[in-house]
């Protein structure tokens, strides 16, 4: 019997002879694919190397200004899923969601190649303002406050409106690629899942090895105008497709009644008690309540009830994303001095004794160093799932989600430790005055004599980590909602990794004031007067904290999950 259509909803236009349905659903599937493939290709392409070029002579950011700038880029993609969730839920539908987002994400992404112009940016930025004049030092350990960055308001803008487009993209696109294989049969779902993963990854490697390698070595107009390109033909395959997408027509979001029964159970005074909706209406027969749209009231109050329960579990998670966020931003800063080898470096035109520098040559880009997370879990993933898993299920010794993601902590916790020491390493050479001048671009790096291999460990954890506390979050959020609230929750966790990483954003800025360990104007993007080692080890300390409190509050999950009352209540709503 074919599944009840809801009212709105436009089934594929190219489903008619009795094979179309299925070859035309794994049509749709793989036009979604590609359209993350892209989207992915893009969105690591402007903030693999975003440190990298507003540290440049270009505008001169000072190291922890870039680094910030990238903890709140990052931060906003993930800060403001719900958004692009609500609207598609409340307003606009998945497919119009998805493709206005594409649109924006085209026009924001536009603007960084734009600012990679001289006529651009004196377009969008005006004028870059002398460094005013002032008396000298008295003392070598006088410190001066470091200078407004320049063109900060444009970039902070359009950094945003790209973070607000990757954020509805990410929001809609992998529930609207579920809804592509529903007919397809119960297991259609989850491979579909698997692929869309794979798909991200794969689009953040092409993206790393070709994208990162232009922008560090050629130049960042070239290099940002590909992700531009990428977008395009992204949003082109998209509406392109149009004719085989099962598109849905806006249902409503559960967002304000959850807003109403939280005001109802905080607020002290009697009279915010009475706005929820048909409080009377649970206590009476089904035939005998109003006709609402949305959920009952019964449901509303059970929605509520498993989200008291999930947000303490998700909210503690917070730290590690503090954590996971550095490999795209302090990361990125460590490697920038430490030695990179050149890609050729036995050709004798790629040094230059003159300007007393190494390496004016095809440098190995430092995003690639990235490739260390992406390739580990494009490895891992598939051996986890056909060889640990099977093996640890026979045993009866397969780890709940819960487990997962606190073992996920602790290879985030060593991801960053192993980072502090290495940074305590550098800075040993750096105060010895053992240094190497190295371009990256046209500007010019005093590093380490360290090799910047010396971070593929952290990069490696970083992936371990990510495969056993990400992965499993996701599986967490999406299982244990119920179906009316799956799609909030799923915008509650990946907002609550923007917090991970504005948070990490805004500890470098208390960092960075003067007297703090990240304060060091006068390496004029250098980081060798800094302490970040210390920053680290700081992270770290907060991430072990917080592992043990998630420990806790697990247990108290798992054992109210497994309490008889817990166990005798309905599931049918469950993911």
């Known amino acids: 019997m074919p599944e009840p259509r809801a009212a709105g909803e436009r089934r594929a236009l190219l489903a008619r002879r009795p094979r179309g349905p299925r070859r035309w659903r794994r049509v749709a599937a793989a036009a979604v694919l590609l359209v993350e493939t892209l989207e992915r290709a893009a969105f690591f392409g402007v903030a693999g190397n975003l440190v990298l070029y507003l540290n440049s002579e270009t505008f001169q950011w000072a190291g922890e200004q870039a680094s910030r700038a990238a903890l709140v880029f990052l931060g906003a993609s993930y800060l403001l899923a719900p958004v692009g969730g609500w609207l598609a839920d409340v307003y606009l539908g998945r497919f119009r969601a998805i493709a206005l987002s594409l649109l924006l994400y085209l026009l924001a992404s536009g603007l960084l190649p734009a600012t990679a112009t001289s006529d651009g940016r004196l377009s969008f930025c005006g004028r870059r303002p002398e460094l005013p004049l002032g008396p000298a030092c008295p003392s070598p350990s006088c410190l001066r406050p470091a200078p407004s960055p320049y063109c900060a308001p444009t970039l902070y803008i359009g950094l945003l409106l790209l973070a607000l487009a990757a954020s509805s993209v990410r929001s809609n696109l992998t529930s609207f690629g579920a809804d592509q294989v529903m007919d397809l049969g119960r297991h259609a779902s989850r491979r579909f899942f698997n692929w869309f993963y794979w798909s991200i990854n794969v689009g953040a490697v092409l993206s790393l090895l070709v994208v990162a390698f ?59 008690r009475h706005g929820g909706r048909d409080p009377q209406g649970a206590q009476l027969l089904p035939d005998q309540r109003s006709h609402q749209p949305g959920p009952s009231a019964q449901e509303d109050v059970a929605n509520y009830r498993v989200l008291v329960k999930i947000l303490p579990v998700m909210v503690t998670l917070v730290p590690y994303w503090m954590v996971y966020f550095q490999m795209q931003s302090t990361y990125v800063l460590q490697g920038l001095h430490l030695h990179i080898p050149n890609i050729f470096p036995d050709y004798p035109g790629y040094s230059s004794e003159a300007l007393g520098a190494q390496g004016r040559g095809y440098k190995i880009p430092e995003a690639w160093l990235l490739l260390a997370n992406v390739v580990v879990v494009l490895i891992l993933v598939p051996v986890k799932d056909h060889l640990l898993d099977p093996l640890l299920l026979r045993c009866r010794l397969l780890p709940s989600a819960l487990q997962k993601m606190a073992l996920g902590m602790f290879f985030g916790f060593a991801s960053v430790i192993v980072a502090g020491f290495l940074e305590m390493k550098r800075l040993e050479y750096i105060h010895q005055n053992q240094t190497v001048s190295q371009f990256i671009g046209h500007n010019v790096y005093y590093a380490a004599p360290l090799s910047i291999w010396w971070q593929i460990p952290q990069y490696l954890l970083i992936g371990i980590s990510e495969i056993f506390a990400s992965i499993p979050g996701l599986e967490f959020a999406y299982s244990e909602a119920p179906r009316s609230m799956q799609g909030a929750i799923m915008g509650v966790f990946f907002c609550l990794s923007g917090v991970g990483s504005l948070l990490g954003s805004s500890l470098v800025a208390l960092l960075s004031l003067p007297g703090g360990w990240m304060h060091c104007p006068s390496d004029r993007g250098n980081i060798n007067n800094c302490q970040m080692d210390r920053y680290f080890f700081l992270l770290a300390g907060i991430q072990a904290a917080t592992a043990l409190l998630f420990m806790w509050i697990a247990g108290r999950y798992d054992r109210a999950a497994r309490s008889p009352a817990s166990q005798g209540c309905p599931s049918s709503d469950r993911g």
């Open 214 to 272: 232009i922008q560090q070595n050629i130049n960042f107009l070239l290099g940002y105008s590909i992700p531009v390109g990428c977008v395009g033909l992204a949003f082109f395959i998209f509406v392109f497709a149009t004719p085989v997408f099962i598109t849905k027509p806006p249902t409503g979001s559960p967002v304000s009644s959850m807003l109403k029964l939280a005001l109802q159970n905080c607020c002290p005074w009697p009279w915010c």
